[in-house]
Structure formats: structure tokens, C-alpha cells
């Protein structure tokens, strides 16, 4: 466990990865945040090919605050992040994403509701960076569910606040994730009791996916993370609901008709749509389908137990 002694108030963590071309909006935005408390930004280049350091430096001078990571060492946006809290010095830490873009007060109406809270979610808008009026994945509220552990509420990555020395305590993301990693923390600091508490004047600006292939690849993932925390989380699912319920949800039935022909018509009906935003909802619900039913599970994988509410939730194997 990292030995803290911080000596600012906040730290922005922001993991990069080939952002090049978007970086610098993120950056610009930060640049007019007005607050009277000390802070820094630290950018997590998680190996990066183009130009995505050239673009740090170049605002070296506009953001004195300003810290370029060498977070190339593991790959993948929870090892970014972790790596990026190792370096932070600030007292909290607060998450957004290379390719989005804060509001003028998110940094502090993000630090006004950790006067009050060790762990917060800000608000999505969808409207600054995208031509489309509304996309598949879009979600305003600082807080989500999910249908089989509805108790505990999440929050996106993109736009997460926590105490440093709780997300030490909980060991910060979970590097084998590569999909729900974000709601694989939430989870974890509730189960250690601290509730997650919601910020809506805290916004960011998100930045859709817009090819087809992109949506695919994005949605399969979120399909892919539920199938994850299903198996990570599934003793807590089945203490909190039916196991009726819990076998459905968890484990698609293998064999049979049923789901080929799910998917067939799931194709079918993709091919079938005739405009780029139905296409675009299509592809996402279906892709969600396909990532539950054969994104990559590591069944021996430590799974989360009920624990005493002052522990992070045990680990059982």
C-alpha cells in the first residue's frame, strides 16, 4: 500500500491512450477551471503512438499544474489510472477521460461534494461534441444500476471523485478488467462502506463513438463487463436475490436452438434497419447481447464475498 502524504488538495487523473486528437480539449477545459485550492493534472500515457505527449507538453506552460505519467508500463485504462494515483499528491482524487470534455465549475462542484462525501459521481451531457440529437448509450444522471445487483448504485470512470487514501484502501481499479472496471470499483467502496453520492452539477461533456464498428466494439464491452461482475460478484447477487433469478441472468442456457436463433435474428434485424441512428441502436443493443454471451470470463478468478462493512469486501477464490 502506497504511503500517502499529500501536499495539495486535488488530483486529476486523466489515462491517455492515442488521444492526439482530443487531448487537447480536455486540457483546454482545465485550463478554465477557477478555484482558490491547490490542484494538479496528471496525464497517464498508457503507451501512446501518436502524438499524445507532444500534445502535454504543449500546454506545459498554459497549466503549470500540469504532469505528464509515463503509465506505459501495464496496459489498459484501470492500470493508467492506478499508476496515476501512485504519482498524485493530491488529498482526493478525481477521474475524467482524454477524449470528453468538463464543464467550467466541474472541478468544483466536484471538490464541494467531497467536502461532504468520501466518493462521488458527476453528471453526462451529450450535446457539445456530437451531431446526432440522442445515441445508444447515452445516460444524463451521475448514477446507474445494474438489473442484477440493483442495491448497488454506479458511477462512470469518466467522471468519478474518491478520498486517495480510500481508494488506496480498496486497491483501486482492478487491472484484469479491461470492461466494467468502473462499476467493479463503486461496488467495492460500498461494500466497505462508504455510500457513493451523486453530484449532478459536477458535468462532462461525453464524446459518442460514431462508426459502427466503434459502437460494436464499445457495447460488446459493456456486454462483456456484465458477464464479468456476474461471475466476480456472484455470491453478493445470489444473497440479495432468488437464485431462480440469479442462474438465469448469470448463465445463458449453452446448447439448443434458442440462442443461435436470438442471434440470427439479431443480424437480420441489424442488416434490416435503414437509417444510420436506428443502425447505430441496433448495433449497440445486439453487440451488448453477444459480449454477455461470449465476452472472456476467468472463471478462477477471486470472486467478492459479503465481508464486514469496515473491509473491502473479502476475496474468495
Not at 486535488?10 to 478554465?32: D, H, M, Y
Not at 468544483?108 to 451529450?126: E, I, N, P, T, W
Not at 437509417?275 to 453487440?287: E, H
Request: aromatic residues 8%; proline residues 6%.
Amino acid at each position: 500500500m502506497i504511503q500517502r502524504a499529500p501536499t495539495l488538495d486535488t488530483s486529476v487523473i486523466i489515462p491517455a491512450f492515442n488521444a492526439q486528437k482530443t487531448l487537447g480539449e480536455q486540457l483546454a477545459a482545465l485550463a478554465r477551471q477557477r478555484v482558490p485550492f491547490a490542484w494538479e493534472i496528471l496525464v497517464c500515457d498508457n503507451g501512446s503512438k501518436d502524438g499524445t505527449s507532444d500534445v502535454v507538453r504543449s500546454w506545459e506552460q498554459s497549466l503549470p499544474n500540469l504532469m505528464l505519467v509515463d503509465a506505459s508500463a501495464r496496459p489498459g485504462p484501470s492500470a493508467a489510472r492506478n499508476i496515476g494515483a501512485d504519482h498524485a499528491r493530491g488529498k482526493a482524487l478525481l477521474f475524467c477521460d482524454a477524449d470528453d470534455v468538463v464543464n467550467d465549475d466541474w472541478l468544483s462542484a466536484m471538490h464541494a461534494a467531497l467536502q461532504s462525501a468520501d466518493f462521488v459521481a458527476g453528471g453526462r451531457r451529450y450535446t457539445l461534441l456530437n451531431k446526432a440529437t440522442a445515441g445508444p448509450a447515452d445516460w444524463t444522471e451521475p448514477l446507474f444500476t445494474k438489473s442484477f445487483l440493483p442495491q448497488l448504485p454506479a458511477g462512470s470512470g469518466s467522471n468519478l471523485g474518491v478520498d486517495a487514501e480510500l481508494f488506496d484502501r480498496v486497491g483501486g481499479f482492478d487491472e484484469s478488467m479491461r470492461a466494467a472496471e468502473d462499476i467493479d470499483l463503486c461496488w467495492r467502496v460500498q461494500l466497505a462502506g462508504y455510500p457513493l453520492v451523486a453530484q449532478p452539477d459536477a458535468v462532462i461533456q461525453m464524446r459518442r463513438r460514431t462508426g459502427l464498428w466503434e459502437i460494436f466494439r464499445q457495447s460488446y464491452s459493456y456486454g462483456a463487463g456484465d458477464r464479468i461482475l456476474l461471475h466476480k460478484y456472484a455470491v453478493i447477487i445470489a444473497s440479495r436475490s432468488s437464485r431462480q433469478t440469479f442462474v438465469r441472468t448469470a448463465e445463458p442456457p449453452d446448447g439448443g436452438t434458442s440462442e443461435p436463433a436470438r442471434i440470427r435474428r439479431a443480424a437480420h434485424n441489424v442488416v434490416g434497419r435503414r437509417f444510420p441512428s436506428d443502425l447505430a441502436f441496433a448495433v449497440d443493443r445486439y453487440a451488448r447481447r453477444l459480449g454477455l454471451r461470449f465476452g472472456r470470463v476467468d472463471r478462477s478468478a477471486p470472486r467478492v464475498t459479503l465481508g464486514p462493512p469496515s473491509t473491502s469486501g473479502a476475496l474468495d477464490a
